[in-house]
């Protein structure tokens, strides 16, 4: 049996993610600040949970000890280097031959090839600027967390998610390379079906190394290209 980490397990995301693990039939052990706990109690019982913030070195360094796979949500949170020092620390403790998938938006570029919106530029700029002024959001540290990921030699995905809804599973996101080819152009995900492509990315030797962006399955650009993208997850 696998065993997976989910770091972030507490969130939207890492909820979604835990249950689709277990569904799964995987062993999991989950990472969440200690105040969100609490969360995880549906799970009671069917899973680890080690309470600690994401960016403690030992906390990740137990956590991801024995794992096949991990799990992590990256998230700009706080001014202290929350989403680097999440990648770093996984990166560094998890086993050699772990699969590392890593979520992220659309606004991490791995080659500066990505063509985006006014609509998002616009979002970065103001949204980056107001939260750091709050210090309570660190986009450019998730920035930096990305980098550290493309330049490490484990074995990575980052999984770049477009804008996200609730709702029912529409089945396995389509993605490609770049933001900016038509077949993203709907830039709607269900949140759910993110955590699906992270998890069935474990078992996807093709997406190492990738760092996909993703657009629901359903979604009218997705439906569009279906036929013509070389790159869709079947
Ligand atoms: N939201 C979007 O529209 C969107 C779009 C594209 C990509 N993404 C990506 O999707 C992933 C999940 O995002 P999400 O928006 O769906 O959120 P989410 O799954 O609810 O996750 C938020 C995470 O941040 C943690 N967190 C919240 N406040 C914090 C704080 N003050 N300090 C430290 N950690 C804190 C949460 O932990 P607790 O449970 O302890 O609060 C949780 O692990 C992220 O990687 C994000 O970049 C999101």
Not at 83 to 101: F, H, K
Not at 167 to 186: I, K, M, T, Y
Not at 201 to 222: K, T, Y
């Amino acid at each position: 049996m696998k065993k997976i980490c989910v770091v972030g397990a507490s969130g939207k995301l890492g909820q979604y993610m835990v249950q689709r693990c277990l569904d799964k039939g995987f062993e999991v052990v989950g990472v969440c600040r200690p105040q969100s706990v609490n969360k995880l109690d549906r799970f009671k019982g069917r899973i680890s949970v080690i309470p600690g913030l994401t960016n403690d070195r030992e906390v990740i360094k137990t956590a991801v000890a024995g794992c096949d796979g991990v799990l992590t949500v990256l998230a700009p949170w706080g001014i202290q280097q929350y989403s680097s020092g999440t990648a770093r620390a996984v990166m560094d403790y998890a086993e050699p031959d772990a699969r590392l998938i890593f979520s992220c938006g659309w606004h991490i570029s791995r080659d500066g090839q990505d063509v985006y919106s006014w609509k998002l530029k616009l979002f970065v700029k103001v949204f980056g600027a107001i939260a750091r002024l709050l210090r309570l959001v660190e986009l450019d540290d998730q920035v930096e967390a990305a980098r550290q990921i493309f330049q490490s030699d484990t074995s990575w995905t980052i999984v770049r998610g477009s804008d996200l809804e609730e709702g029912e599973s529409q089945g396995l996101p389509v993605w490609s390379r770049h933001v900016g080819d038509p077949v993203l152009a709907s830039n709607l995900t269900r949140r759910v079906d993110f955590a699906l492509f992270m998890v069935e990315a474990l078992e996807n030797d093709d997406l190492i190394h990738e760092a996909p962006a993703i657009v629901g399955r359903q979604s009218p650009s997705a439906l569009a290209h279906m036929q013509t993208t070389s790159n869709e997850l079947v």
